[in-house]
């Protein structure tokens, strides 16, 4: 990494470029083949600034040129310069859990991962906010393309698809987490990212789906994101000629339509116009066609990715405690200073009849407002305790579901034929 004084006289130069007027001259100024050298030759000779300082012309001179071509190296620029290796992705397990713990470290908060165990939607009937779904199905020794929705992609070059982010499938064993950030970065709510996604998100509107298809791979973020949730059982599979891949189609609603974005096509997929209520209705008959028509032996998932309803009322919970704690000790102070000059007014004059009527509706106005906060918090503990229930029952449906009772049905249908209590039922070896 070259020094970041060699930068310095660049950056502030170009800075100034953003409030000049239009000149129309149309040849690069030396300032900007400099800084192209220098971002693809880092080796480049620290001298060469001094020179190249000594003989250039403004960067003000060239505003729209180099604006334009600065943009584009920047895209270059992202894309070359790192050094993570793209091909050192692991397989990760397709499961709500595993999400939830990525979004986590992308430094989002009150989102979560959430099974879908029908498509009734039922469990999503309850939740304030869904922000995307991403169907999971895996296959062997298919086309990609025979799990696709039956829609052709939209015109990469269309205002709406350059305002989507997309990504296309480059990398091995990314396409968990191109799934997950077509749902992050594409959903009408804001949501707080970490620096990278900032970056990537900014990258897509003017790179196209390969090139953010690439930068996702060579983010070493994003891909220790993913080493660290992969099983070594798992990878230990993928190295077998009878593992299955995973295909990750997400579903998000955007800008009035419900849009559809798979990794091996070349642009996201417009499918709709759709209400903001119900979007995620407009999906079961898509995903009720992809499971009739995908093979009977493959196996299928269903994530959500929702608001996290217990992470916002625990920390609602916390907020209002502090305030009620604020209030109860204003009130405890109100009511020693009532009492204490109540006990010195036959004696002093400092504290009058109308001090004590402005003490006691101060104290009335605080009590009010105490007692609603109380009554808040209990409102919220009562929501806390439904939906830390609520999680408790997933986890152990999750451990009823996954659980392998074949052990202990072989064992248990043995001992009875050892017992001679299925004599009609022999047992093969």
């Known amino acids: 990494m070259p020094p970041k004084t060699r930068l310095k006289p660049a950056a502030v130069t170009s800075t100034k470029l953003f409030n000049k007027q239009k000149t129309g001259v149309n040849e690069a100024p030396n300032e900007y083949l400099y800084l192209k050298n220098h971002l693809n030759n880092p080796e480049h000779n620290s001298n060469d600034l001094s020179e190249n300082s ?21 895209t270059q620029s992202y894309l070359t310069k790192r050094k993570t290796p793209i091909d050192n992705w692991h397989i990760i397990e397709s499961d709500h859990d595993v999400f939830t713990k990525m979004i986590k470290s992308y430094g989002i908060r009150d989102i979560i991962a959430r099974e879908v165990v029908t498509l009734n939607f039922d469990e999503l009937r309850e939740t304030t906010q869904v922000y995307g779904l991403i169907f999971v199905s895996d296959y062997k020794d298919q086309k990609s393309n025979e799990y696709a ?3 052709d992609p939209d015109d990469p070059d269309d205002p709406e698809v ?4 997309f990504a296309t499938k480059v990398v091995k064993n990314a396409c968990a987490t191109a799934a997950l950030l077509s749902v992050l970065l594409n959903c009408d709510s804001s949501l707080e990212t970490c620096k990278e996604l900032k970056n990537l ?14 930068a996702i791979g060579k983010s070493k973020m994003l891909r220790e994101t993913n080493n660290s949730l992969s099983s070594p059982e798992i990878n230990a599979v993928s190295s077998s000629s009878e593992c299955s891949d995973y295909h990750f189609v997400s579903y998000v609603f955007k800008n009035g339509f419900l849009w559809e974005t798979d990794s091996t096509k070349s642009a996201p997929v417009k499918i709709k116009l759709s ?3 119900n979007w995620v209705d407009s999906v079961k008959g898509i995903l009720e066609e992809l499971i009739e028509r995908t093979p009977f032996n493959n196996s299928f998932n269903l994530i959500a990715i929702v608001h996290d309803e217990l992470s916002s009322y625990k920390r609602l919970f916390h907020e209002k405690n502090m305030s009620a704690n604020a209030y109860r000790n204003r009130i405890k102070l109100e009511k020693k200073t009532l009492e204490e000059a109540e006990k010195s007014s036959s004696t002093s004059l400092e504290y009058t009849a109308s001090d004590q009527l402005v ?25 806390i305790l439904k939906f830390t229930r609520k999680r408790e029952e997933e986890r152990i449906n999750k451990v009823r579901r996954k659980h392998d009772y074949y052990p202990f049905i072989d064992a248990f249908i043995r001992t009875l034929h050892n017992k001679s209590l299925l004599p009609d039922a022999p047992l093969g070896k």
Do not use: M, W
């Open 162 to 165: 350059k305002d989507f982010f």
């Open 149 to 151: 929705a039956p829609n």
């Open 359 to 383: 003490t006691k509706h101060v104290l009335r106005v605080l009590t009010k407002k105490y007692t609603k906060i109380e009554a808040d918090l209990t409102v919220i503990k009562k929501k």
């Open 275 to 277: 209400p903001a209520e």
């Open 54 to 74: 000594s003989q250039s012309t403004s960067f003000s001179d060239y505003p729209d040129q180099a604006t334009f071509r600065i943009d584009q190296l920047c």
């Open 201 to 214: 998100n900014r990258l897509s509107k003017r790179a196209n789906s390969d090139d953010v298809g690439a």
